[in-house]
């Protein structure tokens, strides 16, 4: 059964994080852990508007996420109250998200200002690791839920894999968060996104060929 609005949904959330992974891979990268310290700490300083847009891009995609599921559970109204759950769950993650991602822009440049000493090394780990652990955490939980919730028939099959595969990899993501390694960040990011990007899309193809 067609339905506009949850596909105008799904699409705005798989371009929205497409759009952030760019962003994150291009204009956000001198200010990730991937430069060195001295050399970040010098990029954010001059508060380079890629970094300011990178973020707001990301705040915009925590809430597309959540409009995601939210309409997701409206349409198949989902077996008891565990979709409701889930979507509470993704929007207490969303919350940590957009508050970290405000951070990120207001304040971590004004540390940066000062260079790479203990204070914006210590702001930049906890800010990593709410965002990637925490928030992410919360993200992958709810998609596990909602991925499990989904209907047996071969019209969500791919949903429901890309749904698992989204979920397993920010499990991944989380555990990178924790670690702290550059290059398991990267990665695991760039998974996760990109399995939530095909997951979104996907549910738009199974919501308008389900009956």
């Known amino acids: ?24 891979a291009t204009a956000m990268q001198p200010g990730t852990i991937l430069a060195g310290a001295e050399e970040r700490t010098r990029w954010l ?13 990301w705040i915009l995609c925590a809430l597309s996420l959540v409009a995601l599921l939210a309409a997701l559970n409206e349409r ?27 951070l990120w822009i207001g304040v971590v440049p004004e ?16 800010l990593s690791v709410s965002g990637t652990v925490t928030a ?26 890309m749904g698992a595969v989204t979920a397993l990899a920010g499990l991944g993501l989380c555990a990178a968060g924790l670690s702290g390694h550059a290059y398991a960040l990267a990665l695991f990011s760039g998974l996760t996104i990109s399995a939530f990007i095909a997951w979104a899309i996907a549910l738009a193809l199974a919501v308008e060929s389900a009956p």
């Open 45 to 57: 300083a001059a508060r380079p508007p890629g970094w300011s847009v990178g973020w707001s891009v």
């Open 1 to 24: 059964m067609r339905n506009p609005r949850f596909a105008a949904l799904a699409s705005t959330a798989a371009v929205l994080h497409a759009a952030g992974l760019a962003l994150a």
């Open 136 to 161: 992410n955490g919360l993200y992958s939980i709810a998609v596990g839920v909602f991925a499990a919730l989904l209907p047996r028939d071969a019209a969500w099959r791919l949903s429901r894999l």
């Open 76 to 102: 198949l109204a989902l077996r008891g109250s565990l979709g409701t759950v889930a979507v509470g769950v993704a929007a207490a993650g969303a919350a940590v998200d957009i508050l970290c991602d405000a």
């Open 111 to 126: 540390l940066a200002a000062q260079g790479p000493d203990r204070l914006f090394l210590a702001a930049e780990r906890a």
